[in-house]
Nanobody
């Protein structure tokens, strides 16, 4: 059974940092890309960052220079280092797995597998 489990969320003040983790289990070998999405209350789920199996990365403009996505393939782990957090970064953060065209790597519809999410709250 495919499973993705996020951890590391919490509450921080503006300017603070958090590191999210995602453990993946039994992903199909055809799954080439892992990604982080977030969803703020009342808003659509949006792509934050994605990383290919080969290590290529892409980011939403709103997080470039502040967030870093990484993975340890041998340990089935995905990470999101978030620095200089802002109140607008508040939301549920989800990890996802799929095989999108790279140009579609931050689109929700590109991913087949999802975790349950971890909550991030940034106060001003």
């Amino acid at each position: 059974q495919v499973q993705l489990v996020e951890s590391g969320g919490g509450s921080v003040r503006s300017g603070g940092s958090l590191r999210l983790s995602c453990t993946t289990h039994r992903l199909p070998t055809s799954t080439y890309t892992l990604a982080w999405f977030r969803q703020a209350p009342g808003k659509e789920r949006e792509g934050v960052a994605a990383i290919s199996r080969g290590g290529s990365t892409t980011y939403a403009d709103s997080v470039k220079g502040r967030f870093t996505v990484s993975q340890v393939n041998a340990e089935n782990m995905l990470y999101l280092q978030m620095n200089n957090l802002k109140p607008e970064d508040t939301g549920m953060y989800f990890c996802a797995a799929g095989s999108p065209w790279w140009s579609q790597a931050l689109r929700r519809a590109s991913y087949n597998y999802w975790g349950q999410g971890t909550r991030v709250t940034v106060s001003s």
